[in-house]
Antibody, heavy 118, light 107 residues
Framework: QVQLQESGPGLVKPSETLSLTCTVS????????WSWIRQTPGKGLEWIGHIFYSGTTSYNPSLKSRVTISVDTSKNQFALKLNSVTAADTAVYYC????????????WGQGTLVTVSS | DIQMTQSPSSLSAFVGDRVTITCRASQNIGDYLNWYQQKPGRAPTVLIN???KLERGVPSRFSGSGSGTDFTLNITNLQPSDFGSYYC?????????FGGGTKVEIK
């Protein structure tokens, strides 16, 4: 059974960089798209972007200038970096797996709350 | 981006009732529409993909219909376990976008 687990700081200061890692277990990363999705009370669910196991990325245009997603298949991990954060980036961040670039994410991590505050 | 508009934003119904949630896309997305259920503190789970295809293990009281821009999620014989939030999501193009959600409460 595929399992995903987010990890990273729960508190980030404004203007700094949010960094999260997702560790994948129970399956190879090959052949799949690995996504980041966030959820806020105000904006609901927002797809941040994804990375194919080979390294090709696609980002939400609303965040593209601040987002980097990377993958390390040797560690079965992929990562999210979001720079210049503000309070509006406070959210529960989920990592997830997609079978194709537009398929429904069927496997999700449990989510991790990241708060942006000084 | 394709905008997804869901209604209602919340509803309250009795056990045994039939519940209908609607989702409208800002452009034609064919049947590239998925429905999710989310329980508090948990990640969303896929209920229905391709507008009407039930995911394995999802009870048959859930059904989806529609194509183009207008879609519906129906829950017949509402059960206490059906409380939570429901979201539609388009799989037509990136960026993937979600509806604003419908919170279902059991009276």
């Amino acid at each position: 059974q595929v399992q995903l687990q987010e990890s990273g700081p729960g508190l980030v200061k404004p203007s700094e960089t949010l960094s999260l890692t997702c560790t994948v277990s129970g399956a190879s990363m090959s052949g799949y798209y690995w996504s980041w999705i966030r959820q806020t009370p105000g904006k609901g669910l927002e797809w941040i972007g994804h990375i194919f196991y080979s390294g090709t990325t696609s980002y939400n245009p609303s965040l593209k200038s601040r987002v980097t997603i990377s993958v390390d298949t040797s560690k079965n991990q992929f990562a999210l970096k979001l720079n210049s954060v503000t309070a509006a980036d406070t959210a529960v961040y989920y990592c997830a797996r997609q079978k194709t670039a537009v398929a429904a994410p069927r496997y999700w991590g449990q989510g991790t709350l990241v708060t942006v505050s000084s | 981006d394709i905008q997804m508009t869901q209604s209602p934003s919340s509803l309250s119904a009795f056990v045994g009732d039939r519940v209908t949630i609607t989702c409208r896309a800002s452009q034609n997305i064919g049947d590239y529409l998925n429905w999710y259920q989310q329980k508090p503190g948990r990640a969303p789970t896929v209920l229905i993909n391709a507008a009407s295809k039930l995911e394995r293990g999802v009870p048959s009281r859930f059904s989806g219909s529609g194509s183009g821009t207008d879609f519906t999620l129906n829950i017949t014989n509402l059960q206490p376990s059906d409380f939570g939030s429901y979201y539609c999501q388009q799989s037509y193009s990136t960026p993937l976008t979600f509806g604003g959600g419908t919170k279902v409460e059991i009276k």
